[in-house]
């Protein structure tokens, strides 16, 4: 309405009252104003104004909680809206809407999504929710008044922050389906706005073939859906092409990719591992042990690549068999200590890291030992600990709970032990150099990160350049989580990837300005157009007002 009183203010400044105008005229009778006909004209003129948001005019704020898989959610999603015209922003307050994609993997996590909800609520900000809680809990009392894009709809997110802004509630949460068919996601080729310009997550494939007793998030990605191969890979070759220089394959299990389309995860690195330009890496994400299992030969033949990290996370949750098959994990101990064992052999230096959760109801202190037991002998560089949550709706959520207070007791003890030793004291010495990757910047932005071979973390000053680099560094302090190094003095050229631009780095998503051409053209048109109408309607308004008195 502010661009409508602009222009019905400029117009009564020119016009002078009927009365006067038609003083000396004869044969003209001055009518009172017909108040309903001038109200019902108010009412459209409203109408219009409320059923035509410009995006260019709009702020919209963007969380996200969770895995990589959801973090490539998002970053999809502010493409879309920022191509659109939508004006993506970390300030809260100038916000006009909160877009938050949720996980629902811990009570925490969905406690400070519930919370954020709340402060959205108080500070009068329009909300939309995405991500596995509404997914898996669509009718939780809640989220009932709030508008929905899920997981298998953030294509349509545009549609849903326009009806929101315009004050309705929408919620699109039903799966995708192509061909009577149900497929992995939105198109692959939609655009992003990525966290980092210089890392790309694509998911492979979306939800398990698992059953977990704990697990809820099979609630909200339901079954295996695998993404065809060919999108994977031309989705690859693009983002090389836009400045990025390293890939990161994301799902609830990679290791299942393929098994509902004739493919394998193998065939898809191989394939990946063709179009990656020299300088640029590939990072493989979480897979469960019963699905790597059968592809070991294979998949140390690709983690020894010098394009692909030799790093694999492979979650254990329990050292004790009989915890694994209340948990219905699907492998038992052996299993995963034969996949360790064998990657450790076959991959040199390669970095295994696993997941362990703490009480699950029928966890005994022997099992736990057990677990200690595991950890002890693999000392695992990176260990993620959690305690076991009672997710409603999963069968573990029925089972009688170990006390609380016990829970915490081993949840200290492994926690204790695992910041006990230093994985990368026992690897490297002062003076030491290795190759590293630069892709990143510290949390608390004192550093450059990079990563070497074995994906473990470097952190080097801040010099101009090194941003997107392949450098050679010499180790000069050694910590429990990184390695402080320095360039080395006698490194003459650094390798960049052949396609990267300095033009992207460090582009913050409100800072990162639209490149696309036909996008910009189009959201001024838009803004032009609904000007044009803005002002015609106020014109028309006004014309009619006088017709009326002179009536």
């Not at 949720?102 to 929710?129: W, Y």
């Not at 939105?186 to 655009?191: Q, T």
């Not at 994400?285 to 030799?310: D, Q, R, W």
Request: net charge neutral; glycine share 4%; with cysteine.
């Amino acid at each position: 309405m502010e661009h409508l009183e602009d222009i019905e203010d400029l117009l009564l400044s020119q016009i002078i009252s009927p009365k006067e105008r038609y003083a000396r005229k004869k044969n003209v009778t001055v009518r009172p104003r017909d108040k309903f006909r001038n109200e019902e004209f108010k009412s459209t003129i409203e109408k219009i104004v409320i059923s035509n948001i410009v995006p260019e005019t709009q702020k919209i704020f963007l969380k996200t909680w969770g895995c990589s898989h959801n973090n490539s959610d998002s970053e999809y999603m502010a493409g879309q809206l920022a191509s659109y015209g939508y004006r993506i922003t970390q300030d809260k307050e100038e916000a006009t809407l909160w877009l938050l994609n949720s996980c629902t993997v811990k009570n925490p996590s969905e406690d400070t999504f519930r919370n954020e909800i709340q402060t959205a609520q108080r500070m009068g900000k329009h909300v939309v929710l995405a991500g596995c809680v509404p997914q898996a809990a669509p009718k939780s009392e809640y989220l009932k008044e709030f508008s929905v894009v899920g997981v298998h709809q953030i294509d349509r997110v545009i549609e849903v922050v326009e009806e929101t802004l315009k004050g309705h509630c929408v919620q699109l949460l039903q799966a995708k389906n192509r061909n009577g068919k149900r497929v992995a996601g939105p198109n692959l080729s939609l655009p992003k706005i990525r966290k980092n310009p210089l890392i790309e997550i694509i998911p492979i494939n979306s939800g398990c073939l698992n059953a977990c007793t704990y697990c809820k998030t099979k609630f909200s990605r339901a079954d295996l859906v695998s993404y065809p191969v060919k999108d994977i890979i031309e989705r690859a070759v693009r983002v090389f092409t836009e400045g990025v220089c390293e890939i990161w394959l994301t799902s609830e299990d990679t290791g299942t990719f393929g098994r509902d389309i004739g493919s394998s995860l193998p065939e898809l690195l191989w394939k990946l591992i063709d179009v990656i330009p020299d300088g640029c890496m590939l990072r493989l994400g979480m897979t469960n042990p019963p699905y790597i299992l059968e592809y070991l030969n294979e998949m140390a033949k690709i983690l020894n690549h010098p394009k692909v990290y030799s790093f694999l996370h492979i979650p254990v949750q329990s050292g004790s068999d009989s915890v694994l098959a209340d948990m219905k994990r699907e492998y038992c101990l052996s299993d995963f200590e034969h996949i360790v064992d064998f990657l450790q052999y076959s991959v040199p230096g390669i970095t295994i890291v696993t997941d362990i959760i703490c009480g699950f109801p029928t966890e005994t202190e022997t099992d736990f030992e057990e677990t200690m037991a595991l950890c002890e002998k693999y000392r695992f560089p990176s260990l993620f600990i959690n305690q076991f949550y009672p997710r409603p709706g999963t069968p573990a959520a029925k089972m009688q709970r170990i006390p609380p207070s016990l829970v915490k007791v081993r949840t200290k003890r492994l926690t204790e032990f695992f910041l006990s030793y230093e994985p990368y004291a026992s690897k490297y010495a002062i003076g030491d150099q290795q190759t590293i990757l630069v892709t990143e910047i510290s949390f608390d932005k004192k550093y450059y990160v990079g990563h070497n071979k074995n994906y473990e973390q470097f952190l080097l000053p801040m010099k101009e350049g090194l941003l997107g680099k392949i450098v050679q560094v010499r180790v000069v302090a050694i910590t429990k989580f990184s390695v402080l190094a320095e360039i080395a003095q006698d490194q003459k050229d650094w390798i960049s990837c052949t396609n990267y631009t300095n033009s992207n780095v460090l582009q913050l998503p409100s800072e990162r300005k639209i490149t696309r051409n036909v996008a910009m053209y189009e959201s001024y048109s838009k803004l032009l157009l609904f000007t044009v109408i803005s002002c015609g309607v106020a014109l028309l308004y006004r014309l009619l007002l006088l017709y009326s008195s002179i009536e």
